[in-house]
């Protein structure tokens, strides 16, 4: 049978890239790493290296092998983090991210029970791109991330859905898209887009550039301002324009492949780099209770 302790073996030498390299990560000598293999390939009757030149190879059995690997050892991490948690007190801090264009009132609003619920821990909320968060749930920098769901599994964190929000075609009163009845991409493409783009230059799925002229922001705020000074037409959150339309500062486009704008998941992301406790599990129980739907959050029940 083989162990936990096998597969981080194998997935270290994978990472490293040598079996001598993962000996010095792992702080073994080279010879105890290669018989570790060894002995996991006698367990699971599979080879999963080959072992002809210098530096080892993944079989295609161990190709096929190393992502339920580190599953299992995420798993396992996450197992060890749950009990650690049971046996603690209360967290003393709590870090949320949530992307810049979904915060509001109603969110905070949420959040404001567990002020007395929980006295002695410290909140801190922050605002970043969806990209951003997920980077800072998957290194630990925070426990929790409110973000757009792109439906990719995420084997090194957990997620939930909390419902769906629409983006919408936008320019200003005075941009020539504002002629057309209909607006297709070939119209959009003529004319300058004003793009979300996250620190490490990474844009939404939903969202990306199409245009060749282009200006980039990694916030939907400065975009929203972008298109009011008539510089370029952009894809933005309802939620974050809808009072500028009502007051005809905004034009929503009729863009023919989403007349009623595009609807994109909004998800959580939870770490798993940390151990749960307390704070954390009735944070995630409280957002539960919750949906965004209609460019709010809402009780579910209602």
């Not at 939930?160 to 919408?168: D, S, W």
């Not at 990694?218 to 298109?227: D, R």
Request: with cysteine.
């Amino acid at each position: 049978m083989y162990s936990f302790e096998q597969l981080k073996v194998f997935v270290t030498v994978c990472e490293s890239g040598s079996f001598s390299a993962a000996a010095r990560k792992l702080k073994r000598a080279q010879s105890g790493v290669s018989q570790a293999i060894s002995n996991l390939e006698i367990a699971i009757n599979q080879p999963l290296f080959n072992r002809e030149k210098n530096t080892p190879a993944l079989t295609e059995n161990g190709k096929a092998l190393l992502p339920i690997a580190k599953s299992l050892l995420h798993q396992q991490k996450y197992f060890d983090q749950k009990v650690e948690a049971l046996a603690k007190e209360y967290e003393h801090e709590l870090v949320i991210a949530i992307d810049e264009s979904l915060i509001s009132d109603d969110f905070l609003q949420i959040l404001a029970p567990l002020a007395n619920q929980f006295p002695i821990t410290n909140f801190e909320i922050i605002t970043a791109s969806t990209f951003d968060i997920e980077e800072l749930v998957r290194s630990g920098q925070v426990q929790l991330g409110i973000v757009y769901a792109d439906g990719e599994l995420k084997v090194d964190m957990d997620f939930f859905l909390l419902g769906q929000a629409r983006f919408l075609t936008i320019s200003s009163p005075e941009h020539e898209l504002t002629r057309l009845s209909i607006v297709q991409d070939a119209d959009l493409k003529r004319y300058r887009q004003c793009v979300h783009r996250s620190a490490k230059q990474k844009e939404l799925w939903f969202s990306y550039g199409i245009s060749a002229m282009t200006w980039y922001a990694n916030t939907h705020q400065i975009l929203v301002g972008l298109v009011q000074q008539g510089i370029g037409w952009a894809n933005v959150p309802e939620l974050r324009v809808k009072e500028s339309i009502n007051q005809g500062k905004i034009i929503s486009l009729p863009v023919a492949h989403e007349y009623h704008g595009w609807l994109t998941s909004v998800g959580c992301l939870v770490s798993r780099s940390h151990a749960g406790g307390p704070v954390l599990e009735s944070l995630i129980e409280l957002l539960q209770r919750y949906r965004f739907i209609d460019e709010r959050w809402e009780l579910r029940d209602k």
